[in-house]
C-alpha cells in the first residue's frame, strides 16, 4: 500500500493550493479517504474526508467553506482544493484510509478522527506553509 502526497508549497495568506495524493495497493473505490494536517507541537488535527463514491464529504469547523475534498476513483487519487488560506492552515498535510467508515467517526464527540490509531494507512505528507 502506498499513500503520495503533492502539492503542499508556501502561499500568502488569502492564496490557493490542491493538494493530491495518489494511492495504489487496495480498491480505492471501496474505501472512505481522509486528510489530516499536524502543525509543529501539535497533535494531528483531521480535516476534511470523503466516501467512496465522492458523494459524501465531511469537513471541520475550522476549514469549511474554505477547502473542497474530492476524488478520481479512475485515477485513484484524492484532492483537497485549499481557498481563502490562513496562517494558521500552516501544517504538514496528510491522507489517510480510516480504518471504519467516517460515518462512524464524524458524529463522534470524542474526535476520534484525530487520533492516528483510527487509521490504516498514512502517506508521508505533503508540507504547506502560509505566509506573508
Known amino acids: 500500500v502506498q499513500l503520495v502526497e503533492s502539492g503542499g508549497d508556501m502561499v500568502q495568506p488569502g492564496g490557493s493550493l490542491r493538494l493530491s495524493c495518489r494511492v495504489s495497493?487496495?480498491?480505492?473505490?471501496?474505501?472512505?479517504m481522509t486528510w489530516v494536517r499536524q502543525a509543529p507541537g501539535r497533535g494531528p488535527e483531521w480535516v476534511s474526508g470523503?466516501?467512496?463514491?465522492?458523494?459524501?464529504?465531511y469537513y471541520a469547523d475550522s476549514v469549511k467553506g474554505r477547502f473542497t475534498i474530492f476524488r478520481d476513483n479512475a485515477k485513484n487519487t484524492l484532492y483537497l482544493q485549499m481557498n481563502r488560506m490562513k496562517p494558521e492552515d500552516t501544517a504538514l498535510y496528510y491522507c489517510a484510509r480510516p480504518k471504519s467508515k467516517l460515518s462512524s467517526y464524524y458524529y463522534d464527540p470524542s474526535s476520534p478522527l484525530n487520533d492516528r490509531v483510527n487509521y490504516d494507512y498514512w502517506g508521508q505528507g505533503t508540507q504547506v506553509t502560509v505566509s506573508s
Open positions: 495497493g487496495f480498491p480505492f473505490s471501496g474505501y472512505d
Open positions: 470523503v466516501d467512496g463514491t465522492g458523494r459524501l464529504t
